[in-house]
Nanobody
Framework: QVQLVESGGGLVQPGGSLTLSCAAS????????MGWYRQAQGKQRELVAT??????TYADSVKGRFSISRDNAKNTVTLQANSLKPEDTAVYYC???????????????WGQGTQVTVSS
């Protein structure tokens, strides 16, 4: 019913930049919150950034380095990651809270994840 497809991960040197994109498709009536989470090996999944109604939130560890934006017309969310550090290495997941056609409530959906590796 809903697909979240991420792109843009890869290998980057410390100090470099990456742009992650996520596109939602399906019988979507409205998307409330969109965001990015990440999970490093051996660690729990953690919030990176979210955006809703133009309001953004960021994890303290990425403030000033990452920027989240959204295109409501295209149901996409983008994460611009700058000044990357080795500790940013993780699988990054797109998340969206979506109201589907015929549904009475919002549900959370996840992308398949994209690997970001920061290493020299």
């Amino acid at each position: 019913q809903v697909q979240l497809v991420e792109s843009g991960g890869g290998l980057v040197q410390p100090g470099g930049s990456l742009t992650l994109s996520c596109a939602a498709s399906g019988s979507i009536v409205y998307i409330n919150i969109m965001g990015w989470y990440r999970q490093a090996q051996g660690k729990q999944r953690e919030l990176v950034a979210t955006i809703t109604a133009g309001v953004t939130t960021y994890a303290d560890s990425v403030k000033g380095r990452f920027s989240i934006s959204r295109d409501n017309a295209k149901n996409t969310v983008t994460l611009q990651a700058n000044s990357l550090k080795p500790e940013d290495t993780a699988v990054y997941y797109c998340n969206a809270r979506i109201l589907l056609a015929g549904a009475s409530r919002y549900n959370d959906y996840w992308g398949q994840g994209t690997q970001v590796t920061v290493s020299s």
